[in-house]
């Protein structure tokens, strides 16, 4: 960053019960709001996420989403309302985060993540929250990141089920590790309910803050899987692939 920016007394005050959790202060608080996140799609999973980042004082976030609303998006939408179909779905997130947080910016990119763009992207970023659902986005930010060697949050959901992966590049297994290529199986269209995105883009915003800040520990070389059918949450060990084309030499 071209400098660090300092807690201003209205700072304090809208982070007042924040800076009380323990380990957080000044110290980590600072840490937010000097950090530019990049949040890639903004539906069921990343409106929470950019949501909750705007909350907890991350300084700019990066909206990157291309197309306008459509109806079969509200049932999974907390930034954007009824009054905003057809409009660019960034334009209508920016201006609801604006609303609740005025103190932070914003840069709004109408575009999905591509191959041309990935790495423009994630080099304006501290830390990449990506919350796309197809696999060749999440595929090109990956090695976005792991090629500038910034940090990045996947996360994940289909039905009841949800995942979140904190990547670490060097230190921990990279998305390919995990998918050397994209499941066979899997469809663009997937049945979503909102409260269930909205769980695992708030637990990835956890991850972040985590990674972030210093407070409390981040599942590195861990992939969270949660089903809510259950409400089961396990852990599940991931290695580095000797073999693997993103992150090995």
Known sequence: MAGEIRLTNQDRSFYEWQLDVPGMGEEGQSKLRNTTALVTRLGGLGGPIAFSLAAAGVGKLILAHGGNLEPSDLNRQILMRHDDLNTPRAQSA??????????????????HVTADNAHGLVSKADIVFDAAPRFTERFWLNEACVRSNTPMIDAAMYSMEGQVMTIVPGVTPCLACLYPEEPPHWKRRFPVIGAVSAMIGNMAVLE??????????????????????????????????????????
């Open 94 to 111: 920016a201006k609801t985060l604006h609303s609740f947080n005025p103190h932070i910016e914003l840069e709004t990119v109408e575009s």
């Open 208 to 249: 972040g803050i985590k990674l972030l800040t210093g407070v409390g520990k981040p599942s590195l070389g861990e992939m969270l899987y949660v089903d809510t059918l259950t409400m089961g949450l396990r852990k599940i060990t991931i290695s580095r692939r000797s073999d693997c084309h993103v992150c090995q030499p």
